[in-house]
């Protein structure tokens, strides 16, 4: 339907500039503003009889699948009000995956151009979207992971700074940022102040220190887990084993009261109760998120428990039948 058709349908000129223009503007954007506001689940199977109430965001229902719609969505407005994408300007970053799919989405949809560094061993479900939308994609070391990633997207920045933009996720306000912004005040609103602990799996840590700030903020008593792997080498795509790694200063260890460790193995199998018991699913760092969230329930009975599912899971092989 062209833009005139609508007008006269609806009798006005007022709502339907977007038929005229090329692109949507980010600031009115219907499907930009279906990131965030998911919904707050009750968890009650994979927690039932434990003494403890357990809810989980469903960050996979984002737009483009993943929690970093969030921060991506954040940082993209605020390069864009800086006019840091003008003129053919290249978005450059370095992600694990999800964030380097929400922005190739946000790029086709808003009209820049995208170069994502990623580990070769990104999940390729990812990568095919990440192409799909029509982003430039450079593979990293996948024994490097993630921090090989920001290294080569730092290089690629540094060797010609005039037009590529490179915001980095692991060190920009506007991660925790839209955090703070968004996912805390929803989590406070969606328990009605009954929270007592906050638990979440840490990449950039822009997730748990945004939030977690604001809910201290509205009550201090709020406890604050983070959630990583055992070790450097893991299978959980999107959490990151801090002593090894490169550190994000969006990471805020000031909000962190403690951190649970979770091995791959365990991980999976929370994550296949969480499918079979709840009818969600969801990716490795969800299971990992509701296994640390289920072992501060059973250490402290009558908790109110929030955690994250970031996104959802791909048929695994050893989920095949
Ligand atoms: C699947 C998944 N889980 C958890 C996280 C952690 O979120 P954050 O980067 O906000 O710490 C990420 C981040 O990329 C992720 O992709």
Redesign the pocket.
């Known amino acids: 339907m062209f833009a005139s058709d609508r007008a006269a349908l609806s009798g006005s000129t007022a709502a339907v500039p977007q038929f005229e223009n090329e692109r949507p503007r980010e600031t009115d954007d219907a499907l930009l503003a279906a990131v965030g506001h998911t919904p707050l689940l009750p968890l009650c199977r994979i927690s039932r009889g434990g003494g403890f109430e357990l809810y989980a965001k469903a960050e996979f229902l984002n737009p483009s699948g ?3 719609d969030r ?1 991506a969505l954040a940082i993209v407005r605020r390069a864009l009000a800086e006019g840091r994408l003008s003129g053919g300007r290249v978005l450059l970053d370095a ?5 380097a799919v929400a922005y190739a989405m946000l790029g086709a949809r808003l009209g820049f151009p995208v170069e994502l560094c990623v580990p070769r061993n990104a999940n390729p479900d990812r990568v095919a979207r990440m192409r799909a939308f029509g982003a430039r994609i450079v593979f990293t070391d996948p024994a490097e992971g993630s921090d090989g990633a920001q290294r080569e997207a730092r290089r690629l920045a540094d060797a010609d700074p005039e037009h590529r933009f490179y915001p980095d996720q692991y060190n920009h306000p506007g ?1 925790p940022g839209a955090h703070y912004a968004t996912t805390g005040p929803e989590i406070w609103e969606g328990l009605h102040g009954r929270l007592t602990h906050f638990v979440a ?8 220190s945004g939030s977690g700030r604001f809910l201290k903020e509205k009550d201090p008593r709020i406890r604050v887990i983070g959630v990583e792997p055992t070790g450097p080498i893991h299978g959980i ?3 990151k084993h801090l002593p090894t790694a490169l550190r994000p200063s969006t990471y805020d260890a000031r909000v962190v009261d403690e951190t649970i460790r979770i091995e791959t193995e365990e991980a999976s199998e929370v994550r296949a109760s969480l499918a079979e018991l709840e009818g969600l699913a969801v ?1 490795l ?1 969800s299971g990992a998120a509701v296994a640390a969230a289920l072992r501060v329930g059973r250490a402290h009975p009558g908790a109110v428990i929030a955690t994250i599912l ?2 959802s899971g791909h048929l695994a092989p050893e989920a095949r039948p």
Do not use: F, Y
């Open positions: 993943s929690v970093k921060a992600s694990s995956g999800n964030t991660n799996g840490v990449g950039t840590g822009g997730t748990i795509e999107g959490l990716g760092s970031p996104d």
